[in-house]
């Protein structure tokens, strides 16, 4: 049977041999109480790679930042978020819901914030206003086409947040992504942020999990609210050893990701009714506008299904990703079915 060609996110990602091995050979114990030997050796591997004093495995990238806002702040603060992002449009509310906060979106160009624009909405307490605690910071940005945020725009708002006295909270659920399309090693990211998290289980595909890096006394309060959250897993070593293997495995191999993501880009950009400028595809992940007098997007994601191709609506287009099971046949086989539909 013809497989589906799936890129309607790299979450989708199937565990490879290596990982199914690892879960079924994996020492385990019980990681609430501490004692599970592959959870410590992948959060021990995880914060040696941020350069971080500690980290945490989580069962998601959204209960990863949650945790981190929650212990960052308390209850009437402020936080800052871009106005696309992620933890503010897609994590179902935990800012207010979790930790009781009140976010202030400021808006950014791919995901840049302007650094004066930061500094003016930081805001001290008064019986009026809430004191802003903490910034979070997206890299890749999912919203702006996997847009990857500069080095200097990251240092710049690091330092309007040292002036101050604010935290600083990277979303780097693909920051693998970033660093491997910009050359900027993982490290020096993550130095401009007090905690930072990523996912395994996306482009890495990892079945689940995400981890959470910080200083060690964060962590510790981390490891609290995660029990607090229901986060707590029990021989959890077994979804830990496909970590590992994300991490020292499957972390080179993304730089194929990008490459079939801008053939794609280039080869559907000059279509008629796309919106889409190629050059500003700089990792895995496409967002593009379509208005086409025949196709209104909902028709159209459903003609590409019924071709047993998978994509995902979202506000004013569509979204494609691509992931280690997106292969070269899956982007020739999208994009002669892109021309088929628009040209015809």
């Known amino acids: 049977m013809e497989k589906y060609s799936d890129f309607r ?15 079924a050979e994996a020492e ?12 410590h050796k992948l959060e021990a591997l995880a914060a040696e790679i941020m350069g971080k004093e500690a980290a945490l495995f989580v069962p998601s990238g959204t209960m990863g930042n949650a945790i981190a ?25 935990h800012l207010t819901f979790i930790s009781r906060v009140n976010p202030r ?8 914030m302007d650094p004066d624009e930061v500094a003016r909405n930081i805001r001290s307490a008064s019986v009026h ?11 890749t940005h999912n919203n702006w086409s996997g847009a990857i945020v500069p080095l200097n725009n990251l240092k710049a708002i690091r330092e309007v947040a040292d002036r ?4 600083v909270h990277l979303d780097g659920a693909r920051i693998f992504n970033a660093s491997l399309a910009s050359g900027v090693p993982v490290k020096e990211y993550a130095r401009l942020a007090d905690s930072i998290m990523f996912c395994l289980s996306k482009g890495l595909s990892a079945p689940v999990g995400s981890m959470l890096a910080g200083p060690k006394e964060f962590i510790d309060q981390a490891r609290r609210v995660r029990k607090a959250l229901g986060g707590g897993m029990r021989q959890a070593g077994v979804l830990a050893a496909c970590g590992i293997i994300a991490l020292t495995q499957m972390v080179e191999r993304l730089k194929e990701d990008h ?26 992940i496409i967002i593009f506008g379509l208005n086409h007098p025949r196709w209104p997007i909902p028709s159209f994601l459903e003609e590409l299904k ?11 287009g569509i979204r494609f990703v691509t992931h280690k099971d997106i292969d070269d046949d899956d982007v020739d086989r999208t994009i002669a079915a892109f021309q088929e539909l628009l040209l015809n």
């Open 164 to 167: 101050y006295g604010v935290k």
């Open 105 to 112: 979106p400021l808006p950014s160009w791919r995901g840049a």
């Open 129 to 139: 206003t809430p004191r802003t605690s903490l910034i979070c910071l997206e890299n």
């Open 9 to 23: 996110s790299d979450t989708v990602t199937r565990p490879t041999e290596a990982m199914r091995r690892a879960m």
């Open 28 to 39: 385990v114990g019980d990681d609430v109480l501490g004692d599970d030997p592959t959870v």
């Open 259 to 284: 490459d079939r993501a801008k053939k794609l880009a280039r080869a559907i950009a000059e279509l008629p009714g796309i919106s889409l400028n190629p050059e500003e595809i700089e990792t895995n």
């Open 306 to 316: 019924r071709r047993r191709i998978l994509a995902l609506p979202v506000t004013g």
């Open 69 to 93: 806002v929650k212990v960052w702040t308390r209850e009437l603060e402020e936080v800052i978020v871009e106005a696309r992002s992620h933890i503010y449009n897609m994590e179902s509310t």
